[in-house]
Antibody, heavy 122, light 109 residues
Framework: QVHLVESGGGLVQPGRSLRLSCEVS????????MHWVRQCPGKGLEWVAA????????FHADSVKGRFTISRDNSKKTLFLQMNSLRAEDTAIYYC???????????????WGQGNLVTVSS | EVVLTQSPATLSLSPGERATLSCRAS??????LAWYQQKPGQAPRLLIY???NRATGIPARFSGSGSGTDFTLTINSLEPEDFAVYYC???????????FGPGTKVDIK
């Protein structure tokens, strides 16, 4: 059974940093591209970042480019999101999600974690 | 940026009725469109990908259609567990860009 479990969220002051983790099980992690998607409280969904199955290429949304970095450790079956220079508008539930394709990108999300709340406030 | 517009914003129906949800793209996205269901306090669940393919484990009452700029999600004979918010999502090739629609809430009439 596929499981994705996020951790690392919480309350952080504006301008500070936070690193989210997503530990997976139940599938061959190293074969799949992965994504982060966020949802501001009571709002819609926003794609944040993507990383290829082997970590060789990464993409970030314009809204987080230069501040957030996606990465992965295939030996530990874990996905990361390093978030720097956090702003109030980054307050959201952050979901990790598996790409629907194998060894590439299909750019839809077939399995999701339960979500992790990040609150940026002084 | 490709903008997705969903209509209606809210759809009030009774169990057993058919739901027809619309998603319109500001420019052609070919068949690169997916649909998700989200219930309160839960992560989204993939229903349809590539416009018309049901995801694993999704009941046959869910179907997707369309291409280019106009897409439809149809739910035949609504079950109590189908009352939720539904999002469409597209992706463009290069540079890679993913956007979601604002959602359609299907609630009980």
């Amino acid at each position: 059974q596929v499981h994705l479990v996020e951790s690392g969220g919480g309350l952080v002051q504006p301008g500070r940093s936070l690193r989210l983790s997503c530990e997976v099980s139940g599938f061959s992690f190293s074969a799949y591209s992965m994504h982060w998607v966020r949802q501001c409280p009571g709002k819609g969904l926003e794609w944040v970042a993507a990383i290829s199955h082997d970590g060789s290429n990464k993409f970030h949304a314009d809204s987080v480019k230069g501040r957030f970095t996606i990465s992965r450790d295939n030996s530990k079956k874990t996905l990361f999101l390093q978030m720097n220079s956090l702003r109030a508008e980054d307050t959201a539930i952050y979901y990790c999600a598996r790409d629907g394709g194998i060894d590439g990108y299909d750019w839809y999300f077939d399995y999701w974690g339960q979500g992790n709340l990040v609150t940026v406030s002084s | 940026e490709v903008v997705l517009t969903q209509s209606p914003a809210t759809l009030s129906l009774s169990p057993g009725e058919r739901a027809t949800l619309s998603c319109r793209a500001s420019q052609s996205v070919s068949s690169y469109l997916a649909w998700y269901q989200q219930k309160p306090g839960q992560a989204p669940r993939l229903l349809i990908y590539a416009a018309s393919n049901r995801a694993t484990g999704i009941p046959a009452r869910f179907s997707g259609s369309g291409s280019g700029t106009d897409f439809t999600l149809t739910i035949n004979s609504l079950e109590p567990e189908d009352f939720a918010v539904y999002y469409c999502q597209q992706r463009t090739n290069w540079p890679p860009e993913v956007t979601f629609g604002p959602g359609t809430k299907v609630d009980i009439k």
